[in-house]
């Protein structure tokens, strides 16, 4: 069965570093999505992609964070500057009707 | 800003009984509602969906009820087995916005063997 696979699985990084997160969307979605959860809180919605552009994206996607789709398969996530409250578990996740398939996530880890 | 409320943080049930998960929503706007199963270090699961054109949605041992007037929404799991035990999320969406979903806070159901 298709799914979406994030690498790595964890991510350890200083303040003030970039980190790119990666994620292979199952190939014939077309919507792509960034969300978040911080340890013991909501899943919380950052950005949605569709059609090579940002669709929608919340308040706490700011300047620091940006999403590319280099090629046909990829889709990352950067965070320029990380700061301490950016630790969190970061989930990819596709879409073709509405129905959103997540991976595993990347733990963020900024110390 | 709660538009999606899980009040209920946990629920334990018995094996072979029913568990039922509530949601609550307060955005009118929202048209179509997933539930997601989440185990601990993997990302969320779907399993089941609902628009809002239907009252319920069944697929095997789970089904899903949407009230409309009353903005809420339960999940039935009957009969629970132990693998069911996990962090669920009722999550909703409008039809027109990019299909980004807003979910619910979780609750963690732990059937009982």
């Known amino acids: 069965e298709p799914e979406v696979t994030q690498t790595p699985s964890h991510q350890v990084t200083q303040m003030g570093q970039e980190v790119i997160l990666r994620c292979v969307p199952i190939?014939?979605?077309?919507?792509f999505y960034w969300y978040r959860q911080i340890l013991g809180q909501k899943v919380e919605f950052l950005v949605s992609?569709?059609?090579?552009?940002?669709?929608?994206k919340s308040e706490i996607f700011d300047d620091q964070f940006s999403v590319e789709r280099p090629d046909g398969s990829n889709f990352t996530l950067k965070i320029r500057s990380t700061k301490l409250e950016d630790s969190a578990m970061y989930f990819c996740?596709?879409?073709?009707?509405?129905?959103?398939?997540f991976g595993s996530g990347t733990q963020l880890s900024v110390l | 800003d709660q538009q999606v409320k899980q009040n209920s943080p946990s629920l334990s049930v018995q094996e072979g009984r029913i568990s039922i998960l509530n949601c609550d929503y307060t955005?009118?706007?929202?048209?179509?509602f997933l539930w997601y199963k989440k185990y601990p270090a993997e990302g969320p699961t779907f399993l089941i969906s609902?628009?809002?054109?239907?009252d319920k949605n069944e697929d095997g041992r789970f089904t899903v009820f949407l009230n409309k007037s009353a903005k809420h929404l339960s999940l039935h799991i009957v009969p629970s087995q132990p693998g069911d035990s996990a962090v669920y999320f009722c999550?909703?969406?409008?039809?027109?916005?990019?299909?980004?979903?807003?979910f619910g806070s979780g609750t963690q159901l732990t059937v009982l063997p």
């Open positions: 996740a596709s879409s073709l009707d509405g129905k959103l398939f």
């Open positions: 190939s014939n979605h077309l919507y």
């Open positions: 992609f569709y059609n090579n552009e940002i669709s929608e």
């Open positions: 955005n009118s706007m929202f048209d179509y």
């Open positions: 609902i628009s809002s054109i239907k």
């Open positions: 999550a909703a969406k409008e039809s027109g916005s990019a299909r980004q979903l807003t």
